[in-house]
């Protein structure tokens, strides 16, 4: 495969409401930013790819009202309505196909502006599942509920990834939750759904991000430190929650195991220096190091304990705090890759993982980890 | 010209119609995407991802790609994802399936385009995608605009309501000879169109597209698996995007700038000079009748101003030089998520033969064109041959 | 009861989402609303680096590339030209009522004097027959302006010409 680089990132503080922002104006700022970073202007940008969704923008063909924030007026522009990373992924195709030189590729989301449980509920098929009322945090107590009845990992177990990632926060100025949490607190929050309580859970975020990616030599021109793509896996699991594994996260596992088997890692957590990924709730993270093979099936509470996934440990997850500290929902993802690019060019400032070479990142779609991305990023 | 070669091996569509009582969104999907799998001879194992989309908001059904990508098209355990951008999506979505092969990360993809649009309401949907501020409260759908377009077109250029009035009985007597186009009238005369209501100045109700409810899907493979799947594929030769300003009435608006763009780009690319004589046959996105007139001079088929012309001449109808929309185009087909991609489906079909009794003789290369949000065009062009 | 609603009945399933927004109108809307409610005034924003007077007001010059603040914002005379007209005349549901909207009505395309952008909004007007490309317009203001476009603004008039 060629190299794809990623040139430079910015993203916006996150907040839990921007209100005097429109979403334009949101993402002219990480835009603008970007373009003043790179020292750049709009001419030197090939095409753009952005990621958002209708229905959180409360404005169908959402992407109608970012383009002069974009700069692609008598430019092309295309959106996918998903995840970051899937739009990472197009933009890098784009350059891989040869028909651009460079992309620019942002995503923006203000879960302020609309109930998101309403909107999540509309994930669900009007036949069967909606009236049920569904949403993220129902079906999340559900898988959370079976994985720990399968495997026995406790609630103690699950808290800990809320203070790891709460903690990794305070190094990140970017964060929207900023305060340490213990696992009291975690324990002795309200009950949303058993056995999920309300520090189990994100909160809903304002903000954006944009990156700019760019073909071999115009990355190595433009940047001291691009950082190229390795490996790309993707893989859908089944859309009824009755037909999905909730105790293992399929989908995951085998969209991990395609980016491995293109970047050639045969041990994940020795041969990974740092992660990012997109956890929607705290059992959620100890259910995706299983699938990403970094321990076995149900030893995902142990992982944790053992302190392998803490900044010290043999694979820091999620040195930035993660979605549990910051959630502006569709561009988890692609805040996942902008935080590894920053690790692997060895500007994460207070939340470097120390020579980080390798990274990954993983972001979402839907309910519960259905739709995967992953990718895995390297500097040299 | 590219890093992969793509061509389409296989196409799907649905019998398009005003309302699909029968299914719901899977099976209807399903219906494309089996009958292009079967096109193809291909299991539904054998697709490496699927690209799908639909207009995001209406039919209500959020992430709609993680609901009929896995129900009705084989995206099981594969790569899922969706690609929407309103008018343009059918396009956004072959754009899409053609970076995905021809950056070699895929070796054959399946792309969907589908609309229900029954199950939602497609103006006060279309009202919403401009600013609830300054646009919502006087904008009337998409047909507001474009009534004002071919208001300002009409003036500028002196182009009659009767030279507009050909472009529907072209189509729609064209889209008798296509199984799947929504309406279908072998004997519509320029009275009827003249006659229908009047809805939006200038646009009489038979200017305007239907309201369908379909399917469309196509199936993209790289130059070593389309040797293996078929010896009659299409080849994409250019594929372009031309964007404008969030507002779109910043700029005048009647003369589609970005359809210009576009085309011009993907003309050098493709080494077309002069569309009429180097391409034989052209798949255009008009939503009213007004529209074909002016995108046609927009495309470089004439000098601006002449697109009544052109059509008075008789260079596009079936039997003239340069035929455009033999499959009825959007005046009798327009099921929004698909509309764009039925326009990429038609024109893979003349580059092989295949449109029985909607087939232009003897083409080699054919233009596809998609058109959407504020003032938004894509082109896609493909020939009977790789590009070389 | 008739085939076609027993047809629905086991057919279709009819499904009301009603989600509501709270969009953000941003710091240049804000501003534009206060001058007509307090002052009777139209505000444009006017790029700082090409000079182009966008109206509506907005915060990025999409030409430029270049933040539009409030300090950037310009007064507009209540007045400009006909540049596109139509009557739109089919009912449809209006998505900020839920209900329908009220047509035919007037519908008209024009530049506010001094602006290089168009814009679009009512026209009083329901005849063709009395609408011209190149007409004068007047924006029509409510006697009470209470910060909303269309209830300040309701409407513009067609300019009698001068015999």
Redo the contacts between chains.
Sequence with gaps: MDKVGIVGCTQTKYEADKIDQTYSELVFEVVKKLHNKLGITNNDIGCVITSSNDFNDGRTIANMAIQDAVGSVRKAESRVSGDGTFAYIYGAMRILSESFDTVLVVSHCKCSEVNQYLVNNTIFDPYYQRHLGLDQISSAGLMANMYMNKYGVTEEQAAKVVVKNRKNALNNPYAHLQKEITINEVLNSKMLAYPLKELDFPPFSDGAVAMLLAKEDIAKKMTDTPVWLKGYGSCTDAYYLGHRNMTDLIGLELAAREAYKMANINDPVKELDVCEVSENFSIHELMIYEALGFCASGEGGKFIEEGETEMNGSIPVNPSGGVLSSNPIMANGLIRVAEIALQLKGKADKRQVPNAKIGLAYGMNGICSQGNCVLIFGGE | M???DVAVVGIGQTKFRSKR??V?IPEMVYEAVKMALDDAQLEPQEID?III?N????E????S???C???GAP????????????GTTGS?LA??G???V????YNKVLVVGWEKLNEG?A???????????????????A???L???A??YS?KYGITPEQAAKVTVKNRSNAANNPFAHLQMPNITIDYVMSS???????RLHDVCPQSEGACALIYANEEETKKITDNPAWFHA?????????G??????DL??AA?ASKKAYKKAGIKNPVKDLDVAEIYEPTSWSELSWTEALGFCKPGEGGKLLDEGITLMSGEFPVNPSGGVLSTNPIGATAMVRVAEAAIQVMGRGEKRQVPDVEKALAMGF???LWAEILLLGKEPLR | MSKKKDQEKVFEIKWKTNLQYRYSIGKLAVKFFEELKKNKKIMGSKCPKCGKVNFPPRAVCADCMVEMTIDDMVELPPKGTLEGFTVVNYPFTDPNTGGMRPFPYGYGLFKLDGADTYTMHFVNETDVTKMKIGQRVEAVFSEELIGDLTADIPYFNIVKEEK
């Design positions: 590219s890093k992969h009582r029968d719901n991802a989309g207009m995001d908001h209406f209500g059904i959020n992430y790609e993680l609901f990508g896995i129900e995206g099981y355990l594969k790569p899922v994802v969706k690609v929407a951008t309103g956004s754009i899409s053609y970076h995905n021809a950056s070699g990360i309401g103006t006060t949907g279309i009202i919403t995608a401009f600013d609830p501020v300054w646009e919502r409260p006087s904008l009337a759908g047909l507001g605009p009534a004002l377009m208001g300002m003036a209501q009047m809805i939006s100045y200038p646009l594929v372009e995007t031309a964007h404008y300003y969030t507002f009435t910043d700029d005048k608006m009647y700038p970005t763009i959407g949000g504020s």
